[in-house]
């Protein structure tokens, strides 16, 4: 793999949109970072096509996504078992997901997703293969907007 460069097309990422944490009990976690963060997770959310049930926590521009597994087939189950508990991903938020994937493949990074899915908390989202990034499974996402309908959120 060769270092990205500089170069035109590149647009800076925007900022951590959130820091996804592993979790083996949901309601557990939830209350341990509420003691933590001094403040309650704002929603939850469970995606049945990822195997996934989240809680979402807000820390300043940041926000911090715990995940449970939702059965034994999901990532998160597997990642546990291998890992055990602790932090899944690092997501950046970016203004355009489809430019980003292809340029990140262009860079020779590996996606794992190579189209943008739906995921929590109205986003589309595409990660990046840990091998890529030094051992980070890396998510972007983008909110997700609903252009047919005219409703932006921004
Ligand atoms: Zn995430």
Same mark, same amino acid.
């Given at each position: 793999?060769?270092?990205? #460069?500089?170069?035109? &097309?590149?647009k $800076? ?7 996804? %944490? !592993? ?15 001094g ?6 959310e ?22 449970a597994?939702?059965?034994?087939? #999901?990532?998160?189950? &597997?990642?546990? $078992? ?7 991903? %690092? !997501? ?46 890396v ?13 932006e959120r921004k």
């Amino acid at each position: 793999m060769h270092l990205p #460069s500089l170069n035109q &097309k590149y647009k $800076q990422m925007k900022k951590i949109e959130h820091i996804g %944490i !592993a979790v083996k009990d949901l309601e557990a976690a939830n209350a341990t970072y509420k003691a933590i963060l001094g403040s309650e997770h704002y929603k939850t959310e469970r995606v049945e096509s990822e195997g996934v049930s989240t809680a979402f926590f807000k820390i300043g521009e940041s926000k911090i996504e715990l995940l449970a597994a939702t059965n034994a087939e #999901s990532p998160i189950a &597997k990642f546990i $078992q291998k890992r055990g508990e602790g932090i899944h991903h %690092i !997501a950046f938020s970016v203004d355009d997901i489809e430019a980003e994937i292809k340029r990140l493949q262009e860079e020779g990074f590996r996606l794992i997703n190579t189209e943008p899915k739906r995921g929590a908390d109205n986003k589309l989202v595409a990660f990046m293969h840990p091998k890529s990034a030094h051992g980070v499974l890396v998510e972007l996402c983008q909110e997700a907007s609903t252009q047919s309908s005219g409703k932006e959120r921004k």
